[in-house]
């Protein structure tokens, strides 16, 4: 039997490490334990169907610290149900954004009367191998990683993949476009390698035409910084 959590304390937290990546009126909560499935609400529970363990322990962590950021904006006990297209339906007054890699996850929400969509993303650097570069980078890209000291390669190869999953994240809910690793090209106008919490900025080009063009102009600008073992990446479109 399912948990109310009005009986449990929620462990998700509010994260002043990745609350920087955006404006201010966002907020973004994190939880560095395993989601815990006793502390879905039942409704929320249901949408998880025959789904292995992994991945129920991951939704439940993106649905704790969704819980944790609507609190943000008085919004309580709100169950954070399935869209058909896989999206999570948000309460009509907010936009947001989930995030989880290994031993990490994040949600961010902002208000809908100001932005139109949110894209976040958390990566462990060095998880994206050598042999998958040349998948994920374009050429113009790859040659600006191998420009960099070695020691940074991985670092800056994390940030491309993370930027492009960041911004994919952003235009789905506003487009339902599909986008590939190579729709996109990311520039990081302050590289600074893997400095601590360092907050800098990347760009992101389109290679063609895609729907997104309707909603925003670009290049679209987005945030980024290294906490260890992450790579973490925001974009936003205002409304």
Avoid at 73 to 89: K, S, Y
């Amino acid at each position: 039997m399912m948990i109310q959590s009005l009986n449990i304390r929620n462990p998700a937290q509010f994260s002043k490490v990745l609350m920087p990546l955006f404006p201010s009126e966002v907020r973004v909560a994190e939880l560095r334990l395993a989601g815990d499935t006793a502390l879905l609400m039942p409704t929320e529970a249901l949408c998880l169907g025959e789904s292995v363990d992994k991945r129920r322990q991951e939704f439940a962590a993106g649905r704790l610290c969704a819980r944790c950021a609507m609190d943000a904006f008085e919004i309580h006990e709100f169950p954070l149900l399935v869209a058909p297209d896989r999206q999570p339906q948000w309460p009509p007054t907010l936009v947001g954004s989930i995030t989880h890699t290994q031993g990490l996850c994040a949600a961010a929400l902002g208000p809908r009367h100001s932005l139109a969509a949110i894209g976040m993303d958390c990566e462990v650097v060095g998880h994206v191998k050598p042999e998958l570069w040349n998948t994920i980078c374009l050429r113009q890209e790859l040659l600006w990683v191998h420009s960099l000291p070695f020691a940074e390669q991985e670092a800056a190869v994390s940030l491309i993949f993370s930027a492009k999953e960041a911004f994919y994240k952003c235009q789905f809910p506003l487009t339902t476009e599909w986008l590939d690793f190579d729709d996109l090209y990311i520039v990081a106008s302050q590289w600074r390698g893997m400095q601590e919490q360092a907050l800098a900025e990347f760009s992101v080009n389109l290679t063609r035409r895609r729907k997104i063009e309707k909603y925003t102009n670009f290049p679209v600008m987005g945030r980024y910084l290294f906490h260890d073992p992450f790579i973490a990446t925001g974009v936003v479109l205002p409304s």
